[in-house]
């Protein structure tokens, strides 16, 4: 259970930090191009610099992200192995997210997508 909702976490991870440094590069572009755009030769040079610091940005605050979603999944793990069903201070959805993801996990690999 715990490597189906780790799995689906780094993927979206992954997702967060394409989107957000394609986001941001894009619109800097574009920022560039309208308000510098007959003062600078090549705006490759800037773009590339904005992405970088964007991937940067976005690698932080993903770690973070990804630290709570971690810290979240262990301690609901803990929760389980330490109390009976009625007594869990875990919420039903939790669980009910975590079983569905384990079985479509489950149903990938068995078709051999993973």
């Known amino acids: 259970r715990i490597s189906a909702v780790s799995i689906a976490s780094q993927l979206v991870l992954f997702i967060l930090k394409v989107f957000i440094t394609v986001a941001s590069s894009v619109g ?3 920022y560039l191009n309208l308000h510098f755009g ?6 490759m040079v ?3 610099l904005i992405a970088t610091i964007a991937y940067a940005v976005s ?3 993903s770690e973070v992200f990804g630290m ?6 262990q301690c609901f793990v803990v929760d389980e ?3 009976e069903a ?3 201070f875990a919420p039903d959805s939790l669980a009910g997210m975590i079983d569905s993801t ?7 690999k068995k078709v051999g997508v993973v």
């Open 68 to 73: 709570a979603i971690s810290t979240i999944l």
């Open 28 to 30: 800097g572009y574009y």
């Open 38 to 43: 007959d003062d600078l030769n090549n705006l």
């Open 46 to 48: 800037p773009t590339l």
């Open 86 to 88: 009625e007594e869990r």
């Open 59 to 61: 690698e932080m605050f």
């Open 81 to 83: 192995e330490m109390f």
């Open 102 to 108: 384990q079985q479509k996990y489950k149903k990938k």
